[in-house]
């Protein structure tokens, strides 16, 4: 039984490897490295959205507005309409994090986890 757990690790691995590689390769081949570049030192404008200009404070702190800037500019190509098949596959994302986030939230309400980091 070890030999099979070692070989699904192994595996799950390997899978989160791949799925960062071609992560990053979309989001370099479709254009969304070009844009991040263009917009650190440029006119801070969204494409395909009558050139409407890219919020860059959201909070204040720094860090953090710059963190929420490039997560913009990494999911606004799924989110604008442009790509209707990557819009749905969000769509789909955003409901399974929902009923994620619930099956959380109510194994934290248990009682074997009171007083544990979970149930906070």
């Known amino acids: 039984m070890p030999l ?3 070989i699904v690790k192994l ?4 899978l989160s490897g791949v799925g960062s590689y071609f992560t990053w390769h979309l989001f370099i081949n479709n254009g969304g ?7 650190q030192n440029g006119p ?3 494409p395909f959205n009558d050139n409407a200009p890219l919020k860059k404070i959201y909070t204040g702190v ?3 507005d710059y963190q929420l800037t490039v997560l913009t500019l990494f999911f606004y190509n799924i989110v604008d309409g442009t790509h209707p098949h990557a819009s749905l596959h969000a769509y789909q994302f955003a409901g399974q994090l ?8 109510m194994e934290s309400l248990r ?3 009171r007083g544990r ?4």
């Not at 595996?11 to 390997?14: D, N, S, V």
């Not at 490295?33 to 917009?39: A, L, T």
């Not at 929902?98 to 939230?105: D, E, S």
Request: hydrophobic content about 55%.
């Open 4 to 6: 099979f757990l070692n």
């Open 11 to 14: 595996l799950l691995l390997a």
């Open 33 to 39: 490295s070009e844009m991040m570049s263009d917009n």
């Open 44 to 46: 801070y404008i969204l």
């Open 62 to 64: 720094r860090p953090i």
């Open 98 to 105: 929902v009923a994620g986030w619930c099956l959380l939230m």
């Open 111 to 113: 009682q074997g986890h």
């Open 117 to 120: 980091m979970i149930s906070l």
